[in-house]
């Protein structure tokens, strides 16, 4: 029991140990990007766990990799069968430690999100020729070269260069593993599971009000659920 919210990356070496006091030892943990952190990775390598998770692309080491990925990734080797997705790995190096790096491009969602970055640009720019809200020169920078920073902004223009780094990367993500022995198509089978289960404690958690369950015998109950 704990007061409060606790962030995934804090809370992640408690519930291992939570875990372990009811016998759950011996997992293969898929987690989401929020539990990345080096404490983490670390914890993992001095308890000798296996883990999947997915590894945030805004982050250096990633997302240089993703670039020089997406050079080569559409290829048809590369294709995972029954899915829009093409996917391949590499061994990369953290604070000395060997990981597994899966690197994927989806070809349904990268139309959509090279969509949504340019609406987002277009209204950052009506943003900047009406002065409609108090100027923030970071809320413009990923997109922009402001060339004077004053407020209000009076001279920019749009950075190709930026932009198309950005689109190179659109459909793409990746996964974060210390297992040698999973192709990408299995990894991106494996991480799809976590969904499932999420979903279905989600479900259980909000729509059943599972800790709230006001019954008396175990019949009632399954009935509920």
Known sequence: IYSGSIVDKAFFPYMIKIGE???????FYIMNRGFLTRDNLS??????MS???????????????LIEASTLIRHSRYHIPQTSCYGISKTIQIDEQPYTLY???????AADEETRIFQHIDRL??????QMKPISIARYNKYYDVLKNESPIEEFERSHEKITEMIE????????SNTQNMSAQEALRVYGRRDMVEKAFD???????YDRFLTNTQKTTEGKA
């Open 21 to 27: 006091l009811v016998g759950l030892n011996d997992l």
């Open 125 to 130: 720019e009506e943003e900047l020729q009406k």
């Open 103 to 109: 690197m994927y491009l989806n070809t349904s969602s």
């Open 203 to 209: 479900n259980l958690k909000n729509n059943i009000d």
């Open 43 to 48: 914890f993992i390598s001095e308890n000798n």
């Open 169 to 176: 990367l659109t459909g793409m993500f990746c996964l974060l």
């Open 51 to 65: 883990f999947l998770m997915a590894a945030p692309k805004s982050q250096k080491i990633y997302h240089q990799a």
